[in-house]
């Protein structure tokens, strides 16, 4: 059930973030009406990887920038060849420990400055409170004293000695 909960509120968060990771990037920038930048998923805790993407059919660069992501090496994907689409580079990135928060990465592509927003999420605890001290575990002897140990312990003599009568008479 635990497992269930999580799924859907993570499906129900990346199905509400999706539509402002491809709206982050504006539509149209001056001289470069093709370029933009995407972050997937656009929130993620620290350790977590992510994917970048990012189009520009301008021939002068900036490297991406952001304060929470270490960003690995831009690799081409796709056909290169479409005149539709702006050329299409990928990157890998791995989120920097940093406080909760939202992020902006950005990125250059000639005279357009593209910009995106990242959230750092906070620690995953295990347990909302931590115990202290022996566990609780509640049950076990009631106070009743000595005296219910006694008339206990007669109830089971008496039973022990009735059935071992029982079975000589029925022996015989």
């Known amino acids: 059930m635990k497992k269930v909960l999580t799924v859907a509120a993570v499906s129900g968060g990346l199905l509400l973030s999706a539509p402002a990771a491809f709206a982050a990037t504006p539509a149209g920038h001056a001289g470069n009406p093709k370029a ?6 656009t929130a993620a805790r620290p350790g977590a990887k992510v994917q970048i993407r990012l189009g520009c ?3 002068s660069t900036s490297d991406l920038a952001s304060p929470v992501l270490k960003v690995g090496a831009l690799r081409r994907v ?3 060849n479409d005149p539709a689409k702006a050329p299409a580079a990928a990157a890998s990135a791995t989120v920097q420990a940093a406080a909760p928060g939202v ?3 950005s990125f250059s592509c000639g005279g357009a400055e593209l910009t995106t927003k990242f959230t750092v999420l906070g620690e995953r605890r295990q347990v909302a409170k931590v115990p202290s001290g022996a566990p609780q575990t509640g049950g076990g002897p009631a106070d009743h004293g000595s005296l219910a140990a ?3 312990m007669g109830v089971l003599a008496l039973g022990g000695g009735g059935l071992v009568l029982a079975r000589r008479s029925w022996r015989r």
């Open 103 to 105: 992020y902006k990465v």
């Open 150 to 152: 006694a008339g206990a």
């Open 36 to 41: 933009y930048l995407r972050v997937m998923p």
């Open 57 to 59: 059919e301008a021939s």
């Open 78 to 80: 796709g056909p290169q």
